[in-house]
């Protein structure tokens, strides 16, 4: 019996491995109104890379690198423990002006792009420095109309770019899950929504402030019948969050959560 037990549980972990097959990865660095290094970089399984230089970095153009079969295989099997479908289309900041991550994956057959990652979950931020680290290390060959700059930026600037932005959003304390669990308990289901038989998501968007608390709640998506009301008391009465960081300093941050109502 334990055996069979073992068994089935590792025939779980590899089919949940294998619904996060991953087999496309592309990240984007956006300008910024500086001179951010603006450029973006794919990778495939069999270890076919395509870089392309838009502004401020030293190969400007579409290149192509190769790295081994072996390698890639490593970074896709690395990033297909999470779900990348099921993260938001786009994560929000205050500061507009500074440059962005954008990382766009295909998995399980599924496309998905995801803007302003670096304000997403942590490994997003994690991909995009691997990915990084491929640029410096892969030799790379132009294609018709690339070019190599020797001074593409300022060299006083370079050690001010390399710190320009570094982003951590605000954490709800105990993370997603504890969240999860204190909407689920502080949920009060509006009894005309409840006698009307109304379910669906509402989707609040609000602002963490520098001292944790939920500020300037607004409903992005409701469903009525006082279910909007009802999840913005909840986000109001939600205990201090963790605040964001913006190159070592607290800022105010958007934040934005989805609260279901569904039926029992």
């Known amino acids: 019996m334990k055996h069979t037990f073992t068994f089935l549980f590792l025939l ?4 949940l491995i294998a619904q996060n097959k991953l087999t496309f990865i592309k990240i984007e660095r956006t300008p910024c109104y500086g001179k951010c290094p603006s450029y973006s970089v794919e ?3 069999d270890g ?3 870089y392309n230089g838009r502004a401020n970095v030293k190969m400007l153009g579409t290149f192509d690198g190769q790295i081994s079969k072996e390698k890639a295989a490593r970074i896709f099997k690395d990033y297909e423990k999470n779900n990348f479908l099921k993260l938001q289309n786009k994560y929000i900041v205050l500061a507009t002006d500074l440059p962005s991550l954008i990382v766009e994956v295909v998995q399980n057959k599924t496309s998905k792009k995801i803007l302003r990652a670096d304000a997403g979950p942590s490994y997003l931020r ?3 420095a691997d990915m990084d680290e491929l640029v410096q290390i892969v030799q790379w060959k132009g294609r018709e109309g690339s070019e190599i700059v020797d001074d593409p930026m300022n060299p006083d600037m370079l050690s001010d770019i390399e710190t320009v932005y570094e982003f951590i959003p605000p954490l709800y304390p105990g993370g997603e899950k504890a969240m999860h669990d204190f909407i689920h308990s502080n949920l009060s289901y509006p009894n005309i929504a409840r006698v009307n038989k109304i379910e669906g998501n509402v989707v609040c968007k609000f602002i963490i402030d520098k ?3 939920p500020k300037n709640i607004e409903v ?5 019948y006082s279910c909007d009301d009802e999840a913005q ?3 109001s009465n939600m205990p201090k969050w963790t605040p964001a960081y913006l190159n070592g300093k607290i800022v105010n941050a958007y934040q934005t959560i989805t609260i279901p109502f569904k039926l029992k």
Do not use: W
């Open 211 to 213: 001292n944790g608390k």
């Open 233 to 235: 008391r909840i986000i």
């Open 43 to 45: 990778l495939k399984p």
């Open 220 to 224: 992005v998506k409701g469903i009525g």
């Open 126 to 128: 994690q991909l995009g």
């Open 48 to 50: 076919k890379l395509i």
């Open 12 to 15: 779980f972990s590899i089919q």
